[in-house]
């Protein structure tokens, strides 16, 4: 079956414009993860959904950030004012929804503010 | 805090050689042990998990043993392939949590 996808694959911005990543789920995974991955380190946890409520945004770095996810599949995070500290690779990833269900990743996308 | 320790890499090692990677960690709670492997060109994927004290994850030819007393998850391979070239990442879910904190990864590079 599909596995977790991401677009776009690649966004190159300005400093200061406004961005919006998406995430399409496996059908039927409740559970729905934003991570962030600088170059050179691992995933960093961002916002975590269970449904269509953020259950736990503690990750999120500022209030530029925000995600949501109105129907309990699709997800979007928005960065607001993005700033060239901004660019990694975002990675979303999703599960069945408890606590050591896998979760699987998909492909990421690669954010270059410049 | 959760945190993970990882072996600093990168590691490079001659095809058919003992591979280990070495992962510590804090936890708050008991947590879930994970190591995910990225290949070249590709995302994230599960190798391997154990949820409990004493449990032995294991996938295609790698195991790894969780250690509560001396709070470890090691990585090993007894014979590691070319195809095995790789960034490793050692990760935990603590309990009551459903995120993932990540160590910074390990890369390795297997030789013909």
């Known amino acids: 079956g599909a596995g977790v996808s991401q677009t776009p694959s690649n966004k190159v911005t300005e400093k200061g414009k406004y961005v919006e990543l998406r995430c399409d789920p496996i059908?039927?995974?409740?559970?729905l993860y934003w991570y962030r991955q600088s170059l050179g380190q691992g995933p960093e946890f961002l916002i975590y959904?269970?449904?269509?409520?953020?259950?736990?945004d503690s990750g999120l770095p500022n209030d530029r950030f925000f995600a949501v996810r109105p129907e309990g599949s699709v997800s979007t995070l928005k960065i607001q004012r993005t700033e060239r500290g901004d660019s990694a690779v975002y990675l979303c990833?999703?599960?069945?929804?408890?606590?050591?269900?896998?979760?699987?990743f998909g492909p990421g996308t690669r954010l270059t503010v410049l | 805090g959760d945190s993970v320790t990882q072996m600093e890499g990168p590691v490079t090692l001659s095809e058919e050689a003992f591979l280990t990677i070495n992962c510590t960690y804090t936890?708050?709670?008991?947590?879930?042990l994970f190591w995910y492997v990225q290949y070249p060109g590709e995302g994230l994927q599960l190798l391997l998990k154990?949820?409990?004290?004493?449990d032995k994850g294991s996938n295609k030819g790698f195991e790894a043993t969780y250690r509560k007393e001396t709070t470890s998850f090691h990585l090993e391979k007894g014979s590691v392939q070319v195809s095995d070239s790789a960034v490793y990442f050692c990760?935990?879910?603590?309990?009551?949590?459903?995120?993932?904190?990540f160590g910074t990864g390990t890369r390795l590079t297997v030789i013909p």
């Open positions: 154990a949820t409990k004290a004493d």
């Open positions: 990833a999703s599960s069945l929804g408890t606590e050591t269900d896998t979760q699987y």
């Open positions: 059908s039927g995974h409740t559970a």
């Open positions: 990760a935990l879910s603590d309990s009551g949590a459903n995120n993932l904190f």
């Open positions: 959904f269970q449904g269509t409520g953020a259950a736990d």
């Open positions: 936890a708050t709670g008991y947590p879930s």
